[in-house]
């Protein structure tokens, strides 16, 4: 949500929409505009309150920032663009002309994704920093509470994954497994059920143990797997206790983040203009 909210500013900035403005709160030396809160509300569909808590803590977390010293190089930012630009199947010159096409400016969109990054590190080093690991004794209590959300523990399976340009030599080395063959990969692999898309597993689920599934077009080659064994679900605290530290993390972050703010914000200088 708060990606989400800095990039509707970021928009509502770029697009330098001629519409009479105000500045309705002072957060910290920061104004918050009627325009910025009546966008936030209009695009999230929330009520006036809500856009204005959701703006608050903008203000908040740039302040700290800044207060902090956090600082990223033009390299980092670089090295981030370059990556959203691959996630989107994109080059970085495609993504200008994109953004340009939305009434955007580059420089801005660096400038958002500086930010970004400054937001992460800072939660990193200010916020996580402060949670301690849990004991066995916690995690117990965590599980205990609740069960329900971890009633379904993930199956480890063991396979061997075969790899290969072509579907005529994956389908050989599948003929005749202990021969090796030029231009096919093998790899022996721990696989959990909860990492797998569900077409995947259900197609494991249907292939019997000691015996291979049949060949997979990924588009960048084909694959199959030989399935030595399904494993078995478990149940109980020991079976499902990677899962329970990562809720219980989960759940320690927000509420670390939500205590922050709340002492940013019972220390903050903030005047209420005009809403």
Partial sequence: ??????????????SEAQIIDAIAIDVEGQAITTIEIQAVQQNLKISKEAAVEMLIRDRLEKAAIVNAGITISDEEVQ??????????????????????KQGLTWEGYLKQIKLELQKDRFF???????????????LKTYYNTHKEEFDSAPIQMSLVLYQSDSVKLLK??????????????????????????????????????????????????????????KGSRQSGFEAVKNAVFTKWM??????????????????????????
């Fill in 124 to 138: 990193q080093e200010y916020i996580l920093s402060t949670i301690d690991r849990p004991s066995d004794a916690e």
């Fill in 172 to 229: 050989k080395s599948i003929s005749n497994p202990m021969k090796p063959i030029k231009g096919v990969t093998k790899k022996s692999i721990l696989a959990s059920s909860d990492e797998m898309s569900p077409a995947l597993l259900n197609l494991i689920q249907q292939t019997p143990e000691n015996s291979f599934t049949k060949p997979i077009n990924t588009g960048k080659g084909f694959i199959a797997y030989f399935v030595k064994s």
């Fill in 79 to 100: 090295q981030k663009v370059e990556a959203i630009a691959r996630a989107k199947h994109m080059t970085t010159s495609q993504m200008k002309k994109l953004l340009e």
């Fill in 250 to 275: 989960q759940s320690k972050r927000v509420q670390a983040s939500k205590d922050f703010m709340n002492k940013l914000k019972s220390n903050a200088k903030i005047r209420v203009i005009r809403l």
């Fill in 1 to 14: 949500m708060n990606k989400l909210l800095s990039l509707l500013i970021f928009c509502i900035i770029g």
